[in-house]
């Protein structure tokens, strides 16, 4: 049987009960509302409640279309991933800052995506942007597509070695915490490249 969708967009449910399924959020807003007063006296503990309960019946957050599927072991992968490209990156970086400071050469690339998954492509975001002499300028929601600025990148070569660590983060995104279809998406893919190079 299907839920009726409300006219805000949401699926089922009246605003009370939407109110309710998001509560870590009304903490979240309750607990910011205190830091900002500096003040646990019961009129500003009332008054952030009131607050938080209203900002969440009269601005509710879409709801996310689609859910990520956590494997442990891609997970712990994952992480490992990320820690040696932190160290390794970090080295890099630091070598061209002693051997060429402001001389170094940057460019900004444009990444382009596979998954049409909102928490997936934030990850992989998050993941290129951690990572020492990257950062990620701009996200194409519509097109997919990451801008990003790299250091160093002297030549093409390396400028394509770039673009290719951030597709590459979005495959082990995609392993830890992609469904189904968007692993067969992520490997369509793969298998269109590696084709492509015969």
């Given at each position: 049987?299907?839920?009726?969708?409300?006219?805000a967009g949401r699926v089922g449910g009246s605003p009370p009960r939407h109110a309710a399924?998001?509560?870590?959020?009304?903490?979240?807003?309750?607990?910011?509302?205190?830091?900002?007063?500096?003040s646990v006296s019961p009129l500003v503990l009332v008054t952030g409640l009131v607050v938080a309960g209203l900002v969440i019946l009269l601005f509710p957050l879409p709801p996310l279309a689609r859910r990520v599927t956590a494997r442990p072991l891609w997970v712990v992968a994952l992480v490992g991933h990320l820690l040696a490209d932190l160290i390794g990156s970090a080295l890099i970086v630091a070598r061209e800052a002693l051997l060429r400071g402001p001389r170094?050469?940057?460019a900004v690339l444009e990444a382009r995506l596979t998954v049409d998954n909102d928490l997936l492509i934030t990850a992989a975001a998050q993941m290129t942007a951690l990572t020492p002499g990257s950062l990620?300028?701009?996200?194409?929601?519509?097109?997919?597509?990451?801008?990003?600025h790299v250091l160093p990148a002297r030549d093409a070569v390396e400028a394509e070695a770039q673009r290719r660590d951030v597709t590459n983060a979005e495959r082990w995104v995609v392993r830890a915490f992609g469904t189904a279809e968007d692993r067969r998406l992520l490997f369509r893919r793969d298998g269109r490249r590696e084709e492509g190079t015969r």
């Open positions: 049987m299907k839920s009726a969708e409300t006219p399924r998001r509560w870590p959020l009304l903490i979240w807003l309750w607990l910011l509302w205190i830091v900002l007063w500096g170094t050469r940057s990620v300028l701009e996200i194409d929601r519509e097109e997919k597509l990451f801008y990003v």
